[in-house]
């Protein structure tokens, strides 16, 4: 059975380029602060792990989720998975629990959008049709509704955002667990978090700028007295590919003398706080590595030193 859809509610063409990170926000610049910026990046490394929805990832229980177009994120049920197959409606099912949940995400609506999309009859693509059972409540930014057709049943929850943004959490099946699903919803309502506004376009912008370019910050000299020349390679996919090529250098002694280049591989993606932001590097091998960046007169720096961007050449 497939997820429900609210057909007379407006969503924004961002949802559908996540992976691509197609947003059209221009880049807007961070103001340099080496103390704010210090401190961050420590907040960025101690704070709980969350995960960008990408197309083809698969997210278990517990963990929270982020939307970073939409400027949300909430937390994944227990015995529940999330997944994005394609486009921007995320699904969720369980190994031991009967049904389907589906997750929206809305932009550009208001409350009175909300619920005329709630009055409606809810078309499955089956061609299976669930209708209205009793009234919409409104408690709040939360919206729920209930539908049903025979034995089957639905339960929506809609939270409202601050910027005429909105999520609907929704689950399909029998009758005998409607129970079960109001549950659900509720606790996807409930772990919602939402961007401010100047937050969510710092976002955007980030990851509109870095999305499948490559960084290639300042040489720098290891232990061994080699050149580090390090290249990051930041995919729209959220695969980065980063390569250091370790070169002797010229008048000092190095083992070993001729030229050595590491991989390394892994997710990124970016946090922002007040004027400041942070790459983070989540390695495939365990362990978060973070850079401050930041953006002045065009120019991008990565903790401090210049970096300069272009496209990548290693993203396929």
């Given at each position: 059975m497939k997820g429900v859809s609210i057909r007379s509610m407006r969503t924004s063409t961002l949802g559908a380029c996540l992976l691509a990170l197609c947003g059209l926000v221009m880049l807007t610049?961070?103001?340099?602060?080496?103390?704010?910026?210090?401190?961050?990046?420590?907040?960025?490394?101690?704070?709980?792990?969350?995960?960008?929805?990408?197309?083809?990832?698969?997210?278990?229980?517990?963990?929270?989720?982020?939307?970073?177009f939409f400027g949300l994120s909430f937390v994944v049920p227990p015995e529940w998975r999330a997944s994005l197959p394609a486009g921007s409606v995320v699904f969720l099912d369980s190994a031991v629990r009967p049904g389907l949940g589906t997750v929206h995400f809305l932009s550009e609506v208001s409350r009175k959008d909300v619920v005329a999309g709630l009055s409606e009859p809810q078309?499955?693509?089956?061609?299976?049709?669930?209708?209205?059972?009793?009234?919409?409540?409104?408690?709040?930014?939360?919206?729920?509704?209930?539908?049903?057709?025979?034995?089957?049943?639905?339960?929506?929850?809609?939270?409202?955002?601050?910027?005429?943004?909105?999520?609907?959490?929704?689950?399909?099946?029998?009758?005998?667990?409607?129970?079960?699903y109001r549950r659900l919803a509720e606790e996807l309502a409930a772990s919602t978090e939402f961007m401010s506004l100047g937050q969510l376009r710092a976002l955007r912008a980030w990851y509109e700028r870095l999305s499948g370019m490559m960084l290639m910050p300042k040489r720098l000299a290891?232990?061994?007295?080699?050149?580090?020349?390090?290249?990051?390679?930041?995919?729209?996919?959220?695969?980065?590919?980063?390569?250091?090529?370790?070169?002797?250098?010229?008048?000092?002694?190095?083992?070993?003398?001729?030229?050595?280049?590491?991989?390394?591989?892994?997710t990124w993606r970016i946090e922002v706080q007040d004027a400041a932001a942070s790459l983070i590097?989540?390695?495939?091998?365990?362990?978060?590595?973070?850079?401050?960046v930041r953006e002045e007169t065009g120019k991008i720096l990565l903790d401090g030193q210049l970096a300069s961007v272009e496209l990548s050449t290693s993203c396929f």
């Open positions: 610049s961070v103001a340099p602060a080496e103390e704010p910026a210090a401190s961050f990046k420590l907040h960025v490394l101690q704070q709980r792990e969350i995960k960008d929805l990408r197309v083809g990832e698969r997210y278990p229980g517990g963990t929270r989720v982020r939307s970073p078309a499955l693509e089956a061609g299976f049709v669930l209708h209205p059972t009793g009234m919409i409540k409104e408690d709040g930014n939360r919206l729920s509704a209930a539908y049903a057709a025979g034995e089957d049943i639905g339960v929506t929850v809609v939270v409202l955002g601050p910027d005429r943004n909105a999520v609907v959490y929704q689950f399909v099946g029998r009758k005998t667990e409607q129970d079960l290891d232990s061994n007295q080699r050149s580090a020349s390090p290249t990051i390679h930041l995919c729209s996919d959220g695969r980065f590919i980063t390569i250091m090529k370790l070169t002797p250098v010229p008048g000092r002694e190095s083992k070993p003398e001729t030229e050595e280049e590491y991989h390394e591989t892994g590097l989540t390695k495939a091998t365990g362990g978060d590595r973070s850079y401050v």
